[in-house]
């Protein structure tokens, strides 16, 4: 069974602050990563989506990596802003089902003005 | 293009008592998937439909249910609730499948009292 491990669960910076998001996983068998962003009592918006084949994908300020090898990925997001103040998830689908995700448990992000 | 909906937003119920969910996908969608978001246990696959026919099924008793209509909107059925069942119920759709981008609902916030 796919065990996801998202740290830290919570991170302050202030800022303008280049930061680094960890997703760890216990199954490589992934079919894609996929990096959400929920603000409080919202839905989830899709942020970044990585195919098992790829290393990386990139838009705008963030910046998202994928090695299946080592069960990780991470989301790179430079020069924070307030407005980036929110609950990042990442999902994994398994090769052998493309229907379920797999979710982290999150990591709450406030960025201080 | 319109959004995933979801109705009703929010939702009190007492014990014992039973509730339906109301998801309608994007337009164009077909499978549309169920999610049950409590801060204990983060984010956990209810199930997903597609095309009218149940495709997968997480592990929830069988007080829960679904089912999607010709139209892909679909239903959740809770019966006979619990107080541990007070969550944030979240659906999501896409096109074919979770190969594809998922878009989220802004989800439905369930009290049970």
């Known amino acids: 069974k796919q065990e996801v491990t998202q740290i830290p669960a919570a991170l302050s910076v202030p800022e303008g602050e280049n930061l680094v998001l960890n997703c760890s996983f216990t199954d490589s068998a992934i079919y894609n990563l996929q990096w959400f962003r929920q603000d409080p009592g919202k839905g989830l918006t899709s942020l970044l989506l990585?195919?098992?084949?790829?290393r990386e994908q990139t838009s705008g300020r963030l910046n998202a990596s994928l090695d299946k090898s080592s069960g990780r990925s991470t989301l790179y997001i430079a020069a924070s802003q307030p407005g980036d103040s929110a609950t990042y998830l990442c999902?994994?689908?398994?090769?052998?089902?493309?229907?379920?995700?797999?979710f982290g448990s999150g990591t709450k992000l406030n960025v201080k003005p | 293009k319109a959004g995933v909906t979801q109705t009703p937003r929010y939702l009190i119920k007492t014990r014992g008592q039973q509730v339906t969910l109301s998801c309608s996908p994007i337009s164009g969608h077909r499978s549309v998937s169920w999610y049950q978001q409590t801060p204990g246990q983060g984010l956990q696959f209810l199930f997903e439909?597609?095309?009218?026919?149940?495709?997968n099924k997480g592990n929830f008793p069988g007080r829960f249910s679904g089912r999607q209509f010709s139209n892909s909107r679909s239903e959740m059925n809770v019966s006979t609730l619990e107080l541990g069942d007070s969550a944030l119920y979240l659906c999501a759709s896409t096109v074919g499948g979770g190969a594809n981008t998922q878009y989220f609902g802004p989800g439905t916030r369930l009290t049970v009292l």
């Open positions: 990585i195919q098992s084949s790829q």
């Open positions: 999902a994994l689908l398994m090769l052998y089902n493309f229907n379920k995700f797999y």
């Open positions: 439909y597609f095309s009218e026919t149940q495709r």
